[in-house]
Nanobody
Framework: VQLVESGGGLVQAGGSLRLSCAAS????????MGWYRQAPGKQRELVAT???????KYGDSVKGRFTISRDNATNTVYLQMNSLTPEDTAVYYC????????????????WGQGTQVTVSS
């Protein structure tokens, strides 16, 4: 599976950004897609995930501000980020949890290249 992210950039505190991640490839079914982020000197952390049936999970620091959504028809996941703060500055990575349609092998270690989000104060 290939994951291509877009939508990062520079925004002022209080502003909004929308990230997109499109999955492509064949011979797999997507169980869940989500976003993680990694700030300099910190561990990668969960931002939000969504399953094929649109069950969502959010990291505590983004609850109420970020919204994850998914288009199953296009295998695309979106992250709407509102009320951004400088603490949201990080590289945001798309992740896909997939299962092979050939041998039913599950793989969670599927990542995009990352997109930088910078929030200025």
């Amino acid at each position: 599976v290939q994951l291509v992210e877009s939508g990062g950039g520079l925004v002022q505190a209080g502003g909004s950004l929308r990230l997109s991640c499109a999955a492509s490839g064949s011979l797999f079914s997507i169980i869940a897609m989500g976003w993680y982020r990694q700030a300099p000197g910190k561990q990668r952390e969960l931002v939000a995930t969504t399953t094929r049936s649109h069950v969502t999970k959010y990291g505590d620091s983004v609850k109420g501000r970020f919204t994850i959504s998914r288009d199953n028809a296009t295998n695309t996941v979106y992250l709407q980020m509102n009320s951004l703060t400088p603490e949201d500055t990080a590289v945001y990575y798309c992740n896909a949890d997939i299962i092979s349609t050939i041998d039913s092998t599950r793989s969670t270690d599927n990542w995009g290249q990352g997109t930088q989000v910078t929030v200025s104060s």
